[in-house]
């Protein structure tokens, strides 16, 4: 079984500034397919929605890749979604609704789901069409470009709220919550 800890030590990201430009930007106009099978513009969104974006979903039945924990802010995305699974009633309460975002398939990531029993959905960009267009921070793992973990909340098409870089990535969903709280 997968463990939802993460190991002690683990190099903690730092701000590079690759998402200071980010608050305040305009959604773009673009269809992802999410795990349910149906596809979502992201510009089409109505009131506050929670879009976590991360690097990949490991399995348990896999190894992560060779020298992940030594990656800054790469070790975390099942802790992050459970996060965010766990909180998802009182987000809801606070009028958002929530997506996890990632460049993995999403049959890969319907297994994601299912398994660790997510009550929203995952979108998958496999050609990265959300980095290139927002300009959203990326790092390289065996020349495979990843998203760096950061949490964008919307509202309708802009973005009004930035966390980056996400670190604990399993507290990231309380500190949404705090942020949520503060709006209503």
Same mark, same amino acid.
């Given at each position: ?13 730092? *701000? ?5 430009? +980010?608050?305040? &930007?305009?959604?773009?106009? +673009?269809?992802?397919? &999410?795990?349910?099978?149906?596809? @979502?513009? !992201? ?19 896999? &190894?992560?890749? %060779?020298?992940?924990? &030594? ?5 975390? =995305?099942?802790?992050?979604? =459970?996060?965010?699974?766990?909180? @998802? ?26 398994? +660790? ?5 995952? !979108?998958?960009?496999?050609? /990265?069409?959300?980095? %290139?267009?927002?300009? !959203?921070?990326?790092? %390289? ?7 760096? /973990? !950061?949490?964008? $909340?919307? #509202?309708? *098409? ?7 870089? $996400?670190?604990?990535?399993?507290? #990231? ?10 709006? =209503?």
């Amino acid at each position: 079984m997968q463990s939802l800890d993460l190991p002690g030590g683990l190099p903690v990201p730092q *701000d590079d500034g690759g998402a200071d430009h +980010l608050e305040r &930007a305009t959604v773009p106009s +673009l269809v992802l397919a &999410a795990t349910d099978g149906q596809r @979502h513009d !992201l510009s089409a969104f109505s009131g506050f929605t929670v879009l976590y974006v991360y690097p990949m979903t490991g399995r348990p039945d896999r &190894a992560l890749p %060779e020298g992940w924990d &030594a990656i800054p802010g790469a070790r975390g =995305c099942t802790p992050q979604s =459970c996060s965010f699974r766990d909180h @998802h009633a009182e987000i809801a309460r606070l009028g958002a609704r929530v997506f996890g975002v990632s460049t993995q398939s999403s049959a890969y990531q319907r297994e994601a789901r299912d398994r +660790l029993h997510l009550p929203f959905q995952l !979108l998958s960009d496999p050609d /990265r069409q959300l980095a %290139e267009i927002m300009s !959203l921070p990326t790092f %390289e793992d065996a020349g495979e470009p990843l998203y760096k /973990r !950061l949490t964008m $909340v919307l #509202n309708a *098409d802009r973005v009004v709220k930035v966390f980056y870089p $996400v670190f604990p990535p399993d507290q #990231n969903a309380s500190a949404v919550i705090d942020w949520l709280g503060g709006q =209503c």
